[in-house]
């Protein structure tokens, strides 16, 4: 059994008071785009489009720039080509300060090291920087953030003066500064994108190093002052990915390995490097080793996706709370829905979030989707004040629900009672109505699929 979405109900001295809360459980996924080639995470343009990168395919199958539309038209606006501009880019694009979409590519350039460049919408393609010497960094597996200054941030993940990669700034004009270099005991090989925080600091991850060498959490000031924040031991996670700043100021994440039973983690950490472990991926059959980082959605909860696991092993759509709690959304079949995600999602508002997987699909390189979360959106006292009509979206067309409720929502779900059943329309809408009590202070209701 999925449940799928809870709605308490509150009420005060005479008059009902509808209070919503509770945490969504399921989605729906509708596939927009089967792909050729994997597709990296997307940003979202102000022309209302998603632009993201390839890996591979283009003209010379070193990879491409491409465009989507929300309702999957598919373009590659820009084919790379080796030396002269880069080769397979594998990360999400950055919108710059001027309107234009900036990016890395992990090799090709001069020497083979990577390039960073900047690219309209239209797809006129500038290059910034070709890497040519191992001090200067190589292999930028990271995409690019802005800055409090309007400048770009980006890491690599070898080279520099010790080998380890480096992080660099980069203007909007292609001029290159490295900011620091990575020595092994503060962190190696940085691969996630950096973010820039709310207190005008920049902060990240490495994949491997610290004192562990199972990767590090740190912060560094637009001048280059670094600071170590956390390094992970494997118990508490291993290989940790993108970061995600919350309303608390904190830092929320995901490792691909490690935790309580090896198959990633998601944690939470301070600016001053307070940490805490938040869940540990003990169950395969709800998802196992997330790769990409976490987005928050309007309800202030946390979505991602896992790159193995779920019920079918293809990796799945999670949800979870900023205090711990976790649920499986959607699990990927391998078939027209696509396998394997590893690119952080895109909030599209309200209750849908885009986003890409590496394979399956019909064109078996992958699918561009849209998923939607299960949700109460009308809640209706009716005539006479004595029953209440709720009402949401976001089901599975056609399918059978049911409906639990409890008085204490800490009880175990095991004894939550029924309180009816019912069908989602063909558009995946429900309604159910519900006698009002006045000796209860609350009321919680769920919504389930067998």
């Excluded at 459980?25 to 050729?36: D, K, S």
């Excluded at 995470?41 to 395919?57: E, H, P, Q, W």
């Excluded at 938040?278 to 080793?289: A, K, T």
Aim: glycine fraction near 18%.
């Amino acid at each position: 059994m999925r449940i799928f979405s809870s709605m308490r109900v509150a009420r005060w001295a005479l008059l009902p008071m509808i209070l919503a809360g509770g945490f969504a459980q399921g989605a729906t996924l509708q596939t927009l785009y089967p792909a050729a080639t994997p597709l990296s995470g997307l940003v979202s343009a102000s022309d209302g489009n998603f632009y993201g990168t390839s890996r591979y395919g283009g003209s010379n199958d070193l990879g491409t720039v491409f465009k989507l539309s929300p309702a999957g038209v598919y373009q590659v606006i820009h084919s790379f080509a080796g030396t002269a501009d880069g080769a397979n880019p594998c990360a999400a694009l950055a919108m710059g300060p001027d309107g234009l979409l900036y990016g890395t590519c992990q090799y090709g350039g001069a020497q083979n090291a990577g390039t960073v460049f900047k690219i309209a919408t239209s797809g006129s393609f500038s290059l910034l920087a070709s890497l040519v010497s191992f001090i200067q960094g190589a292999e930028p597996v990271g995409g690019l953030v802005v800055g409090p200054d309007n400048a770009l941030y980006g890491t690599t993940s070898s080279g520099g003066l010790h080998g380890f990669g480096n992080v660099f700034q980069i203007s909007t004009n292609g001029s290159y500064a490295i900011l620091y270099n990575f020595s092994g005991t503060d962190g190696k090989s940085p691969a996630a994108t950096l973010i820039s925080g709310t207190d005008g600091l920049l902060y990240g991850t490495t994949k491997f190093g610290g004192t562990n060498d199972c990767g590090t959490v740190f912060k560094i000031t637009t001048a280059g002052t670094f600071s170590s924040l956390f390094s992970f031991n494997a118990t508490n996670g291993y290989m940790p990915g993108a970061l995600v700043q919350g309303s608390d100021n904190a830092f929320y994440g995901t490792t691909a390995y490690g935790g309580s039973s090896g198959f990633g983690s998601i944690f939470k950490v301070t600016p001053v490097g307070t940490f805490t472990s938040l869940h540990s991926m003990v169950l395969e059959n709800l998802g196992s080793n997330p790769l990409a980082g976490l987005v928050f959605g309007a309800d202030g909860n946390l979505y991602g996706s896992a790159n193995y696991g779920g019920g079918n092993g293809f990796g799945s759509v999670f949800q979870a709370t900023a205090s711990g709690g976790f649920s499986s959304l959607w699990d990927f079949s391998g078939n027209s829905d696509g396998a394997n995600p590893f690119a952080t999602l895109v909030f599209g508002g309200n209750y849908h979030f885009y986003g890409t997987t590496s394979l399956g699909g019909t064109g078996g390189g992958g699918t561009f989707y849209e998923l939607t979360t299960l949700h109460f959106d009308t809640i209706q006292i009716l005539a006479g004040g004595q029953n209440v009509n709720y009402a949401g979206a976001g089901g599975t067309s056609n399918a059978q629900y049911t409906v639990l409720t409890a008085t204490n929502l800490t009880i175990p779900r095991t004894n939550w009672i029924s309180a009816g059943a019912g069908q989602f329309d063909a558009a995946g809408r429900f309604s159910f109505t519900n006698a009002v009590s006045r000796q209860e202070a609350s009321r919680y209701f769920l919504l389930s699929q067998p």
